[in-house]
């Protein structure tokens, strides 16, 4: 058990809010953005934040946390995975982290009592341990202990879109398909739910030592990427994206994306449940669902895109 302030106030308002502001922020945002939360959990050794932000627009953000001089370390949710965040500073509040939000996107940085030094304090790159991936060309900075330094990034090409002529499998429906768009407008798969597979073809040019990640624009909902045969990845939130540079030929390349929507669509294509003989056996226990009511067409389903190769270059830290 931790040691904890106990805070009586007459009410719920202006003197609550006056006693909060007696102890010092957990975390300190140094622009506010009344669309991104968090909770704060301490264990015996780490602190764990949880943040989230609640908004369809990118939040670029940094904070000072209240754990003191500690290392920060990224948990992505995604993928499991744990990797030490490389761009942080320690100053009399805590920890200053800089971070983004993708929209509705939420991580979980962890601090601990390790006294690992940070490799820039301020930098516009999102430097990764082992470099940052970037995907503009421009002039950008990285602040460290030694002083402040200028990155000049230049040669990225522009995206390229691929031409795709797909072919579209829903169940016993097939579909080809000059341009992308919802299942909901094609014949006869209006109110399909399940998997969809896309299929095709399309020329690449050289990488020439850039990297690529297969951006698919807009999915609904979830997209199992396989490019010449072998597994890419799964994207299943925004940005659709996956990484193809070790997956990516110069010239032909064949690509399956699997695409999943969501189960709704099929049951407004069933129509109104009729539920007598569950209420002659059961009685009026729970109220009969009210999908149609809430959701009276069919969602937007499948691969929307645009379909594009993105570049980028990777720039050691």
Known sequence: MGRGRTIFCPDEQGSFLKALRTAPADMRFEYPSEHVSFVHRRAADR???????????????????????????????????VQPVVVFEHTAGGTRVPFTLGPLESKVIVFSGDARRPVAVRSDLALEPDGARVFENGVYSVEAAAGRRRVAVSGIPAPFLPAIRWKLTLGEQR??????????????????????????????????????????????????????????????????????????????????????????????????????????????????????????????????GPVRLVYYKLVRS
């Open 47 to 81: 602190d764990f934040y949880f943040i989230a932000n609640t908004s369809e627009l990118t939040q670029m953000l940094a904070a000072t946390f209240r754990v003191g001089h500690k290392a920060p370390e990224l948990w992505d949710l995604k993928s499991g995975d």
């Open 175 to 304: 579909h080809e398909l000059e341009d992308l768009r919802s299942w909901t407008e094609l014949e006869k798969s209006r109110f399909f739910s399940g998997r969809g597979v896309y299929e095709g073809e399309f020329e690449a040019p050289n990488l020439n030592g850039f990297g690529a990640v297969l951006d698919l624009g807009t999915v609904r909902e979830t997209a199992d990427v396989h490019l010449n045969g072998t597994p890419a990845g799964v994207a299943w939130m925004r940005p659709y994206r996956v990484d193809v540079t070790r997956l990516l030929r110069r010239g032909r390349n064949t690509v399956r994306i699997d695409v999943t929507n969501l189960l709704i669509n099929q049951v407004l294509g069933q129509g109104p449940i009729d539920y007598s003989a569950v209420f002659a056996k059961y009685g009026h226990r729970f109220p009969a669902g009210d999908e149609l009511e809430v959701v009276r067409d069919p969602l937007p389903s499948g691969l929307l």
